[in-house]
């Protein structure tokens, strides 16, 4: 089914038409024409499937309706602006996200759309809004921010969007999607969208939609394009594993996942050690540091990026081949949300876990989930039970004070120091050199 079979503006097609979108998604198929007439939604779909069109476009059909900017010879009307629209997601980079798409979706239209959120400077954001904007993407602690220290106005907010609502649930922000709903206009309409469709989420969507039409286009918890797998392999010789894999593989961008920022330093470190040019992308990261990293990643200066669950939600990188789950999440539904990742908008994905003994239990949990039992793979070499090289025979395990699988750092008192360039003397079990070939002679040089 192609966008024109609704009824959006000739320049909402002209943008969609911009973008190359062609056919519909089935979420956009669904959504598009009972969103048109201003019912609530209660959506759940996976990632990557085009849900930001699928609100913002029926959203924008609306806004050209009520404020009558077009006569039948399509002369512009000059019009006030106002937030009309309001969309809450969890994270900075899916606002910035939504809102590029939005804005993009809205090029031919004389809407305002801005994003507001944490980690970077209010005061362009706060002259944003004060020159007049129609639809405000924003994260909840920085809309309030703008709310409680400049008296934001949102009562003229007649459609309210919560994007990513299990992931809003899983960040606390319950009570602050329902005190938005206190301050919009008494009559809008509220769209929610969701990945996973978990017992909170229901009783949220049950508690502030007014007879929703609930749709469900998630045939599996993952998108049917990717490719999972899992390699079997010791914890203390995840970092090793991967580095042979890029290299054997000649793997160029590669998105890797682990638990905790601690775990994402400890990585890049080694993948550096190992010649991989990667960066870090963790919450304790400044917003230029985060999107320098992304945009170094999306134009392949850097072959790896590792990240913690942060990213997870609201990175939109086209063509994704690999997703790699280092480190198992916490949650079995974050799961979903990392392999999402990849197999975007239609084009076929790969999702590799690295899964030790104690990662077992978890991965039992995500497969329950996503409903596949999935493939078992070990590297020669990496067999379990296999000796451990001699770097790894006096490791002493430490662990830390926190809840949670996969939470402990390891010592390793038999680490060669660093040379004069910086570089490590690890070799593969393998193969008896570094995942790149790099011998210790050449390394000492």
């Not at 097609?13 to 669904?30: E, N, P």
């Not at 996503?370 to 493939?375: C, D, F, N």
Request: hydrophobic fraction near 40%.
């Amino acid at each position: 089914m192609n966008f024109d079979a609704f009824d959006l503006h000739p320049k909402i097609l002209d943008a969609v038409s911009a973008r190359g979108y062609q056919q519909l998604t089935q979420v956009q198929s669904q959504v598009l024409p009972v969103a048109m007439e201003g019912k609530d939604i209660m959506a759940c779909a996976q990632t990557g499937t085009g849900k930001t069109a699928a609100f913002a476009l029926p959203l924008l059909n609306t806004l050209i309706k009520e404020y009558s900017l077009f006569t039948d010879s399509e002369a512009e009307l000059t019009h006030q602006s106002s937030v009309k629209v309001l969309v809450l997601t969890p994270t900075r980079e899916l606002a910035i996200q939504v809102a590029d798409n939005i804005t993009a979706y809205a090029q031919f239209l004389p809407f305002k759309t801005t994003a507001v959120y944490g980690g970077s400077n209010m005061n362009p954001q706060r002259k944003a809004l004060q020159a007049g904007v129609d639809i405000l993407v924003a994260t909840p602690g920085r809309l309030f921010d703008h709310i409680g220290q400049f008296g934001l106005d949102l009562s003229n907010v007649t459609h309210l969007v919560v994007d990513e609502a299990d992931r809003m649930l899983d960040l606390g922000f319950v009570r602050d999607i329902e005190k938005v709903k206190k301050l919009v206009a008494p009559a809008h309409q509220t769209l929610f969208f969701s990945a996973t469709y978990s017992d909170a989420v229901k009783t949220l969507a049950e508690k502030m939609l007014i007879a929703p039409e609930w749709i469900n286009v998630a045939t599996s918890a993952t998108a049917s394009l990717i490719t999972q797998e899992i390699y079997l392999v010791d914890t203390r010789r995840k970092a090793e594993l991967l580095s042979e894999l890029i290299g054997r593989n000649n793997w160029q961008q590669v998105l890797v996942f682990v638990s905790t920022r601690e775990s994402a330093e400890h990585l890049h470190a080694e993948l550096k050690l190992d010649g991989v040019k990667n960066a870090v992308f963790h919450g304790e990261k400044t917003q230029g540091a985060r999107n320098r990293a992304l945009e170094e990643f999306k134009s392949g200066k850097l072959r790896v990026m590792v990240a913690t669950d942060v990213a997870a939600r609201g990175l939109d990188i086209e063509a994704l081949p690999l997703v790699i789950n280092l480190e198992l999440p916490f949650a079995a539904e974050d799961y979903v949300h990392r392999v999402g990742r990849t197999g975007r908008a239609g084009l076929a994905g790969r999702a590799i876990s690295f899964v030790s003994p104690q990662d077992r239990e978890m991965m039992q949990e995500i497969e329950v989930l996503i409903a596949q039992t999935l493939p078992r793979i070990t590297m020669p070499g990496y067999e379990e039970g296999a000796p451990l090289p001699a770097r790894y025979r006096d490791v002493v395990v430490k662990p830390v004070k926190e809840k949670g699988h996969n939470k402990r750092k390891y010592e390793d008192k038999n680490r060669p120091a660093k040379n004069a360039v910086g570089k490590s003397n690890y070799r593969s079990a393998a193969s008896g050199k570094s995942s790149y070939g790099r011998s210790k002679d050449k390394a000492k040089k």
